[in-house]
């Protein structure tokens, strides 16, 4: 088992130095000087309230024991329980937690949701698991963090390498512990055990709204409007098919190992999500292909990252063409390349807001499980809908009001909200 200490290209002479918690700062300090938000708050925010290390131990199927090392970092709770995604990735660290934590506090902000931010995983390469060691890992790491985490504590959901499935073991193996069965002490899980109808395409439908609102902003239309989606994974598939639905032309969608290029538009239901066949997009179709980092720079209207972290750094933000960029992962953008871009008139509609439906509808879970009570597939897109317009008139006022980007303004809404609660709240003792 190795542990890296990056969570970018080895070849990105920037990325190897910037980590999500150095670019999570960057930004808030620059917001932090377009808010009146009190000095004080905007230190603490600089800082997780904690961070946990567990080690844990695998007995392996062939009967060996390995030991992989897992965190949960929290940020901040002052609007409520911590909320963030549980990954198992080779590169997962304590920092990359924090900043990906920081984060999640900014977009539940953003969404007005009562809970901050946490993050957390374990290092490990979930494909060199069987399915067997996979569910035994998860339930070891539910019993190492089981006092951190909680329905009104802490609640996980699903992230890189985890799905609904690694949520029903969590939940599962929390519950024995407790003696009675707590669905809400995770989301993402399979609806026949309490999860919520629409979790899995929320991500990508909200990437999808937004991209919708944010060409309607620009005086396009989408019938006019070309789209290039890297990483055509449970985001970036669910958006792309939203889109082209709705009238869009898809021309450009990539896996790991890359993509297809058509500008007459994809056929974007017949090309294979990560989901439905893994890194099937080049084997559906070979005979026009670009790589993935080809595809970052076409010549399109709106371009969605919607696979990993810091794909567009200051080595290629000058040669992005896209006039707008949606960002479907978490921190496709480094902080320089994103002072770049707007240097250049492009417009970067950031994460905190673009992929929000996810935890958004994971707080629709999180009632549902309170109240034992379903909601149909149909509310839950309704009311995912009707919250990611409100988040967006929200953003967009700050971008009407001042001279500021997209992303300066969601912080600015983000920040306000938090400041206002550590107001109320004030600092114990």
């Given amino acids: 088992m190795t542990q890296k200490q990056t969570t970018h290209s080895e070849s990105d002479s920037e990325s190897t130095t910037e980590s999500p918690l150095e670019t999570a700062r960057r930004q808030l300090r620059t917001a932090a000087g377009r808010t009146d938000v009190?000095?004080?708050?905007?230190?603490?925010?600089?800082?997780?309230?904690?961070?946990?290390?567990?080690?844990?131990?695998l007995e392996r199927d062939d009967g060996s024991v390995d030991v992989f090392t897992g965190y949960r970092a929290q940020h901040d709770d002052v609007r409520g329980p911590y909320k963030g995604g549980l990954r198992y990735h080779p590169e997962v660290n304590a920092d990359e937690c924090v900043g990906l934590a920081m984060w999640m506090t900014w977009k539940?902000?953003?969404?007005?949701?009562?809970?901050?931010?946490?993050?957390?995983?374990?290092?490990?390469?979930p494909k060199e698991l069987s399915d067997d060691e996979k569910e035994r890992l998860t339930r070891r790491f539910a019993e190492e963090i089981r006092d951190e985490v909680g329905p009104s504590r802490d609640i996980p959901a699903p992230d890189m390498g985890t799905d609904a499935q690694t949520m029903a073991w969590f939940m599962d193996a929390y519950s024995m512990q407790e003696g009675e069965t707590i669905p809400g002490v995770v989301t993402g899980k399979p609806?026949?055990?309490?999860?919520?109808?629409?979790?899995?395409?929320?991500?990508?439908?909200?990437?999808?709204?937004?991209?919708?609102?944010?060409?309607?902003?620009?005086?396009?239309?989408?019938?006019?409007?070309?789209?290039?989606?890297?990483?055509?994974?449970?985001?970036?598939?669910?958006?792309?098919?939203?889109?082209?639905?709705?009238?869009a032309d898809i021309v450009a969608v990539s896996d790991v190992n890359g993509g297809l290029y058509d500008p007459d538009g994809l056929q974007t239901q017949d090309v294979p999500s990560h989901k439905e066949e893994p890194e099937g997009v080049m084997r559906y179709d070979s005979s026009n292909t670009v790589s993935n980092e080809e595809l970052l720079?076409?010549?399109?209207?709106?371009?969605?990252?919607?696979?990993?972290?810091?794909?567009?750094?200051?080595?290629?933000?000058?040669?992005?063409?896209?006039?707008?960029?949606?960002e479907g992962?978490?921190?496709?953008?480094?902080?320089?390349?994103?002072?770049?871009?707007?240097?250049?008139?492009?417009?970067?509609?950031?994460?905190?807001?673009?992929?929000?439906?996810?935890?958004t509808v994971s707080y629709f879970e999180w009632l549902q499980d309170i109240n034992r009570r379903t909601?149909?597939?149909?509310?839950?897109?309704?009311?995912?809908?009707?919250?990611?317009?409100?988040?967006?008139?929200?953003?967009?006022?700050?971008?009407?009001?001042?001279?500021?980007?997209?992303?300066d303004a969601a912080y600015v809404v983000a920040l306000n909200r938090i400041g206002e609660a550590k107001e109320a709240r004030g600092l114990w003792p």
């Avoid at 539940?108 to 390469?125: L, N, R």
């Avoid at 010549?299 to 810091?310: F, K, M």
């Avoid at 978490?330 to 807001?353: C, F, M, Q, W, Y």
């Fill in 108 to 125: 539940c902000a953003v969404m007005d949701i009562p809970f901050g931010g946490g993050k957390g995983g374990i290092v490990v390469d």
């Fill in 297 to 326: 720079e076409l010549d399109v209207d709106v371009l969605i990252p919607a696979a990993i972290g810091n794909v567009i750094t200051a080595d290629n933000a000058d040669r992005i063409q896209a006039d707008i960029i949606v």
């Fill in 191 to 247: 609806p026949v055990i309490g999860g919520s109808y629409g979790r899995e395409e929320a991500p990508g439908r909200s990437v999808a709204i937004v991209a919708r609102e944010a060409i309607e902003y620009y005086d396009e239309s989408l019938d006019d409007v070309s789209i290039a989606v890297q990483g055509y994974g449970s985001v970036g598939a669910n958006a792309a098919r939203l889109l082209d639905e709705w009238g």
């Fill in 329 to 359: 992962a978490n921190g496709p953008t480094t902080s320089t390349a994103d002072t770049i871009l707007h240097e250049r008139g492009k417009h970067v509609i950031p994460d905190i807001l673009a992929n929000a439906g996810g935890v």
């Fill in 38 to 57: 009190d000095d004080g708050v905007i230190e603490r925010l600089k800082h997780p309230t904690r961070v946990v290390e567990v080690s844990i131990p």
């Fill in 375 to 407: 909601w149909s597939k149909e509310r839950v897109n309704d009311e995912l809908e009707s919250a990611m317009l409100d988040a967006w008139t929200d953003v967009k006022a700050e971008v009407d009001a001042g001279d500021m980007s997209w992303r």
